[in-house]
């Protein structure tokens, strides 16, 4: 298993679903222990009773089944699925109405979907907020030269019970890029990559969890960008600059 796990880590994000597809059939008796550690790229499903779109991922789904997060019905449809509370429910219909104004607000379109559950292990619960940008040249996102290109990001956040004003909130975040350009003035060009970081935090829950777990994904996500830049980006620069150095540039090294 720990083999497994270094593989995938090393596997580029728009192959790790065939990847995967092949550790299962070798290892079938690791099967569900991959499926949950193993971050994917998301895939889009349509919400027929409303005709919105949801993400699909292990957090919303039982059987073969998805459980859309506007209707709260199984896609197909399932018996005896696994549902969440009704307090958790109604603070699952807010998080979705928010995070499609901070998707729109930072991704410009995409598709996003927030799961909430109860936690087993304490009177808590579990948030998963998804978000997927498609920026191939057939989709809306498209930017430039891109020929190929998407953006994946999962954050689960775990959140204690109240205690006195307080709660105790752990947020995983896992961001996936790929990106590929094929045009006679850039060339065929491919990059991609994941990374992944951890934040915790004690918070008054005064102002609400939502709230709360919203500046924790703001925060993160803003050094999840910023640290993909100077590692894939930046990197990339600095070994095209180096092999054909622009004669109008001056030279140039990252820090």
Not at 58 to 71: K, V
Not at 101 to 129: H, I, K, M, N, P
Request: a negative charge; aromatic letters at 10%.
């Amino acid at each position: 298993m720990e083999a497994a796990m270094g593989l995938m880590r090393r596997i580029p994000p728009k192959h790790t679903e065939t990847a995967l597809s092949a550790l299962i059939s070798l290892l079938p008796t690791y099967s569900s222990d991959l499926l949950s550690q193993v971050d994917q790229p998301l895939q889009v499903l349509c919400d027929v009773d409303n005709g919105r779109e949801f993400l699909l991922c292990d957090y919303n789904r039982d059987a073969d089944s998805y459980r859309s997060p506007w209707s709260n019905k199984y896609h197909p449809p399932l018996e005896g699925g696994h549902y969440p509370s009704l307090e958790l429910r109604a603070l699952e219909i807010e998080a979705n109405d928010v995070f499609t104004v901070y998707r729109d607000q930072y991704y410009e379109g995409g598709a996003s979907s927030v799961y909430l559950w109860e936690d087993d292990d304490s009177e808590g619960f579990v948030a998963c907020f998804l978000i997927k940008k498609d920026g191939s040249k057939y989709a809306h996102g498209r930017r430039g030269y891109l020929n190929e290109g998407g953006w994946d990001a999962i954050h689960v956040i775990q959140v204690g019970p109240d205690v006195e004003g307080m709660a105790d909130y752990c947020l995983t975040s896992t961001v996936m890029l790929s990106m590929t350009t094929d045009h006679e003035t850039s060339g065929t060009f491919s990059l991609s990559g994941s990374i992944r970081r951890q934040m915790k935090a004690e918070l008054s829950v005064a102002d609400g969890h939502l709230c709360n777990m919203g500046k924790m994904i703001e925060e993160l996500e803003g050094k999840l960008r910023y640290s993909l830049d100077q590692v894939y980006f930046g990197k990339t620069k600095e070994m095209i600059w180096t092999l054909r150095p622009p004669t109008d540039l001056p030279s140039r090294r990252l820090p």
